[in-house]
């Protein structure tokens, strides 16, 4: 530095002092700028954390649609209209329905003009030139709960034998009991309709003028449980004999407050079974999963591939896939792979439909081949774009979309088993459908008091769910099983 050979040794102490000043003064300027990046760099992934948060809704995510009302929630985009342009309603040229004439109506009630002619005479006295209108109309009567009292008489015989008549059935011993129809009346509304007691009560007691007690209602739970439990055990065993078996599961509110329980279900177009437990891997070795020999549809949850539980065919949800695509869709705008992975996935389950109602037993190969190349090149276009970070699993967080499309490469049998086996469905929409039920019940009694009483309410749920899916009459159902001849799931038809 010029001048500095001129400096006396005070003058270069003096300086030496000041630039240790000023170095210090940096230095901890330096130290504080990058806190201040690591706060900025905290704060972006925050930010960005939250903004994600908020872009949540049913479109893009596993959210319910009742959740896209809320505050700031962007609304999902418009799915394309099923059946193109088609209009609401009936179509041009499809059949119209009405109700049926019955040329033996229950009742026949004639209805004769009335009052006075106008030229004085009585028409109660004119002549009957025949009915010139007719009109059916279904009515349902006014229901009165009566009273009925079974005399049980005792006779003897010539022989000097004496012989007592025994009670009907569905007739307990006690003196004064409510019927059969009025017991399958509360288990129907309470299982079927997520009636709560108090109101099953009043609505009884409305319809019917029947005034059971709350006691007796809330009972009735169990004794339909038990009376369902070998049709249930049957079930269970058919559903492992499926070639194809849908799996869900949905947490519902039960017992004390701040606890939780999942319903897990096991469904076919034909049985409905329910298991409430929790999604560890202990509750999933008590369900049905290990014993299914059949193809498994299912949502991606882990447990369903755990070696644990036994090797299995699967068939991961479109559904869920389609929706995961959908957020790639929105959080890389310009990349072409999201769509043309939805798109190809959407072409190949449209092809699968066609073919099933045409009544043949595969997909056209041509179709098949184009849409499952567009699959697989969408499928490396994104492997390309979106890179893996380097490390371990458990500490590293993989940029959107990475993880997905490693499924969708490594998983391509599992993605696309229904393009080849039309008897697989692409969805698990049949077990969407077998838990909306408990979710309806969530929305109407909020938290179920009791595990044991919803373990009671789900089996009898799983037994006329799958009355009803082979066209048996509900009530009919739920009689039955009180009167100890619960209906019973038929034998498979021989594939």
């Not at 690591?38 to 319910?64: D, F, Q, T, Y």
Request: one cysteine or more; a positive charge; glycine letters at 8%.
């Amino acid at each position: 530095m010029s001048g500095l050979e001129e400096m006396s040794r005070e003058e270069l102490i003096a300086l030496t002092r000041a630039l240790l000043a000023e170095n210090a003064r940096l230095t901890e300027r330096v130290a504080m700028l990058e806190r201040l990046e690591k706060e900025n760099a905290e704060l972006r992934e925050r930010v960005a954390r939250l903004e994600r948060l908020i872009s949540r809704n049913s479109g893009n995510s596993g959210m319910p649609s009742s959740g896209d009302d809320q505050l700031g929630k962007p609304q999902p985009k418009d799915k394309p209209a099923r059946g193109g342009r088609r209009r609401p309603g009936k179509q041009p040229g499809a059949p119209g329905t009405t109700l049926a004439w019955s040329d033996t109506p229950d009742d026949t009630v004639d209805h004769f003009p009335a009052g006075t002619c106008e030229c004085g005479a009585d028409l109660a006295e004119a002549t009957d030139l025949g009915v010139t209108a007719r009109h059916q109309q279904v009515e349902v009567p006014l229901m009165t709960a009566a009273t009925i009292q079974h005399n049980l008489h005792t006779v003897t015989c010539g022989c000097g034998k004496v012989h007592a008549a025994s009670r009907p059935q569905g007739v307990p011993a006690a003196p004064v009991s409510l019927g059969i129809n009025l017991q399958a009346w509360c288990v129907y509304l309470m299982v079927a309709h997520a009636i709560p007691v108090h109101r099953c009560v009043e609505l009884i007691a409305s319809l019917t003028g029947a005034e059971p007690s709350p006691g007796f209602v809330h009972g009735m739970l169990a004794r339909a449980a038990t009376a369902v439990e070998q049709a249930n055990l049957r079930i269970r065993t058919l559903l492992t004999l499926a070639h194809v078996v849908c799996c869900d599961e949905t947490p519902i509110r039960v017992g004390a407050k701040k606890t939780k329980k999942y319903l897990l279900v096991a469904c076919t177009q034909l049985y409905t079974w329910y298991l409430l437990g929790d999604r560890t891997l202990d509750t999933f070795k008590k369900f049905i999963i290990a014993d299914l020999t059949g193809v498994i549809v299912h949502d991606r949850y882990q447990n369903y591939d755990s070696p644990e539980l036994g090797e299995h065919q699967h068939q991961l949800c479109c559904s869920h896939l389609l929706r995961d695509l959908e957020d790639c869709a929105e959080t890389y705008p310009g990349a072409v792979w999201p769509v043309q992975i939805q798109t190809a996935l959407r072409g190949l389950i449209h092809a699968a439909n066609l073919a099933r109602r045409a009544g043949r037993d595969q997909v056209a190969p041509g179709t098949k081949a184009m849409w499952i190349n567009s699959f697989r090149h969408g499928v490396r276009i994104g492997l390309s774009e979106v890179r893996r970070i380097p490390g371990p699993a458990k500490t590293i967080t993989q940029p959107i979309g990475r993880v997905l499309l490693e499924v969708l490469r490594d998983r391509e049998d599992d993605v696309l088993r229904f393009a080849h086996d039309l008897q697989v469905p692409p969805t698990n929409n049949q077990g969407e459908r077998d838990v909306r039920p408990a979710k309806t019940q969530q929305k109407i009694s909020g938290r179920l008091r009791s595990v044991r009483t919803t373990e009671h309410r789900y089996a009898i749920r799983g037994y006329i769910s799958t009355a009803a899916k082979h066209g048996s009459d509900v009530m009919t159902a739920i009689r039955d099983a009180l009167l100890g001849r619960a209906w019973m799931p038929p034998d498979p038809a021989p594939a």
